[in-house]
């Protein structure tokens, strides 16, 4: 994952538990982890073992209304 970049990302949160995160923007990138932010502006804490799947989204971008 870089910085900056938009990503869908599954990850593992338990032995038998997968999440999805859809659209969410890294914006740090430590030793272990990462720390992504969704489109509601909340942040949450990735560990870069525990990821099995990562899509880069590419033109990204916000609706209209």
């Not at 969410?24 to 870069?48: A, F, H, M, N």
Request: proline share 3%; charged share 30%.
């Amino acid at each position: 994952m870089e910085t900056g970049k938009t990503y869908d990302v599954a990850f593992t949160t338990g032995r038998y538990e997968i999440e999805y995160e859809n659209s969410v923007k890294c914006i740090k990138k430590t030793p272990k982890s990462y720390r992504v932010e969704r489109v509601d502006g909340t942040t949450r804490l990735i560990g870069q073992d525990s990821i099995m799947e990562l899509k880069e989204v590419v033109g990204f971008t916000t609706p209209r209304v």
